[in-house]
């Protein structure tokens, strides 16, 4: 799976002080979610994953990405489905 950014990893996890109660993974990592499909198969014509229609720059990167910059990944997704 080639470029997949979606962690197979537990949907919860402890914090620090095991006292506290179970927090969601996501809630940790980021607000802005990913938009992987577990569809990893990048398009030789387009350059685009067929499941997300990210680029394989994009799937690299998306880990490192402030906020501010996932939501402008999403809106070229947004607007790559809208040309096709």
């Known amino acids: 799976m080639i470029g997949c950014d979606n962690p197979r990893t537990p949907a919860f996890r ?43 720059d994009e799937i690299v990167q998306w880990s490192k990405l402030s906020d501010a910059e996932k939501r402008a990944v999403w809106v070229e997704i947004d607007r790559r489905r809208d040309v096709t």
């Open 14 to 56: 402890a914090m620090s002080d095991s006292s506290a109660p179970l927090v969601p993974e996501r809630a940790l990592v980021s607000a802005v979610p990913s938009p992987c499909t577990s569809v990893c198969r990048m398009n030789p014509v387009s350059g685009l994953c067929d499941g997300c229609w990210r680029t394989i």
